[in-house]
RNA sequence: GCGAUGGUAGCUCAGCUGGUAGAGCCCUCGGUUGUGGUCCGAGUGGUCGUGGGUUCGAGUCCCAUCCAUCGCCCCA
């Protein structure tokens, strides 16, 4: 019989035990973060039905959709009426809908899940990852101050997964709309397509979006370009930012909203106690979802800019105009988990998470088999993770595994110490070793893992 | 979906102008009595991505195909 070779598919992040537990511990802290400012969990299925979810149906998203459908459905040939979730937005959506009236408003959910797109797998881009995601949403109106939360919410976060210096870009949609607007450019596929050129600017230099954008494509007019980029392409501090914008001589309505909304969320983050180096006003960032109708974010840690937006979201007018006729305005923000991590861990940035035992009792001799189950009831009972090595054996053997799955403490107890009533603890990534009596085993124990 | 590069042991790779497969790491065991990670020794492990062609003979040349990586697009 020939063998299946053991793989992955493709665009999954598959972990072994250590770094599974480190991954654990991140999203534990993004989970602790969420708490402290009072979102409450949610979970959705894997898969909606598919008129629920391919509501916004814009040709990009419908392509990477994962269908399901059971064997005998399809024997049947019934086309597939189920599909699995490509973001946590549009279930959320449908379950604010659906629940509307047992929920309190305004609705601060927060929700850690798995999401799925059929892309073409790269490197650090994945066909299922984890995106974790916190909305408010209100009824009827929801005020400006949620849109300064956002950001105070992403800095105490980040602050704990201590990941070094971060920085918060924000923009306000209107801007940039409003603006296109005033200077002629108003048709939405043409805007977007500008938009994105903008986008850009991170990657590639001024020169080349200006020819992008002066190009037969987009065929900006040259003084315009120049008006937009002069705008949006030099680095500024906030409120020199703010003045530019004010300076602008464009009529137009949409831009005067973004500006006054924009302002008031920057006053909004130092009543958060935000500090100012950790937000920048980007005028330059888009986002390519459309849902998004005023402020936008998107986070960059400082030291590895190459990883991309490590959170991302926005403010969105109606949340779920497909399922309902209330108006549900909300704003939210994502991290997305999988690809911080991967991203980390390739470079060398993810501490081993080591193993959730953190001692190990040998069994040195056959005969003090019970005397080995009691000490490790009492280490349990003292609070310590704590691992039997069951099948005994060569010591060597014993601590070869301790060592190699991560447990950084191993307890032995031959017929000496037993006669003594004493045990050896032995820290392993140190090499320190001492012997205890049996009342202090606990507390010996605690102190190495701490030392 | 388009373009570029690559596919040899579980992993990282070597194998020159064609002559019937190698290294390091990993893994297992050993280096005698209760100590891992270092060191020394031994061992397990490959139809050279797949299919076809050229040749006396192909990992090595040719064609096809699949897969992977990178870029474009889009995005977390």
Redesign the pocket.
């Known amino acids: 019989m020939?063998l299946i070779p053991p793989r992955t598919p493709?665009g999954v992040m598959e972990l072994l035990p250590r770094q599974q537990v480190a991954f654990q511990r991140m999203l534990d802290t993004i989970r602790r973060g969420y708490e402290r400012f009072g979102f409450v969990p949610v979970e959705t299925p894997v898969f909606e039905t598919a008129d629920v979810l391919l509501t916004k149906s814009g040709g990009?998203t419908e392509k990477q959709v994962y269908f399901v459908q059971s064997t005998g459905a399809i024997q049947q040939g019934h086309k597939p009426d189920m599909a699995l979730r490509f973001d946590l937005t549009v279930p959320l959506a449908r379950y604010v809908a659906e629940h509307e009236r047992d929920l309190a408003f305004p609705f601060r959910r927060y929700q850690i899940q798995r999401v799925y797109?059929g892309?073409?797998?790269?490197?650090?881009?994945?066909?299922e990852?984890y995106?974790c995601d916190i909305d408010v949403i209100g009824k009827d109106s929801l005020g400006l101050h949620y849109d300064a939360e956002m950001p105070a919410v992403i800095h105490h976060v980040f602050r704990e997964l201590d990941f070094g210096g971060f920085t918060i870009n924000i923009n306000n949609r209107k801007i940039l709309l409003g603006l296109l607007d005033g200077l002629g450019i108003g048709e939405p596929e043409r805007r977007v397509l500008v938009l994105?050129e903008i986008d850009k600017l991170d990657?590639l230099d001024r020169d080349t979006v200006r020819a992008n954008l002066t190009g037969e494509g987009l065929a900006v007019p040259g003084d315009v370009a120049d008006r937009i980029l002069g705008l949006i392409a030099e680095q500024k501090s906030n409120d020199d930012t703010l003045a530019a914008l004010r300076a602008m001589d464009v009529d137009n309505d949409t831009f005067r909203t973004g500006i006054h909304e924009l302002s008031t969320v920057m006053e909004g983050l130092r009543a958060f106690q935000v500090p100012d180096d950790a937000v920048r006003i980007n005028l330059a960032i888009a986002?390519?979802?459309d849902y998004y109708t005023g402020t936008v974010y998107?986070t960059f840690l400082n030291d590895h800019r190459g990883i991309?937006?490590?959170?991302?979201g926005g403010r969105y007018e109606n949340l779920a105009s497909h399922y309902t006729k209330s108006r549900l305005p909300g704003v939210g923000i994502?991290i997305?988990a999988?690809?911080?991590f991967y991203q980390l861990l390739e470079a060398g940035l993810i501490k081993d998470g080591g193993a959730t035992a953190q001692v190990l009792v040998t069994q040195?001799d056959p005969a003090l088999t019970g005397d080995y189950f009691r000490l490790a009831a009492d280490l349990r009972a003292a609070g310590l993770n704590t691992e039997i090595q069951l099948d005994g054996g060569?010591?060597?053997?014993q601590?070869?595994y301790?060592?190699?799955a991560g447990i950084p403490v191993a307890v032995?107890?031959?017929?000496?110490?037993k006669a003594r009533g004493t045990a050896?603890v032995?820290h392993?990534?140190?090499?320190e070793?001492r012997e205890v009596a049996l009342a202090d085993l606990p507390a010996t124990v605690k102190a190495l893992l701490e030392g």
């Open positions: 020939s493709p990009e797109r892309e073409r797998a790269q490197r650090g881009r994945f066909r990852f995106q994105r990657k986002r390519g979802l998107e991309g937006s490590v959170c991302s994502s997305g999988t690809r911080l040195m060569k010591l060597a053997k601590m070869k301790a060592d190699k032995l107890m031959g017929s000496d110490e050896t032995k392993l990534l140190r090499g070793q």
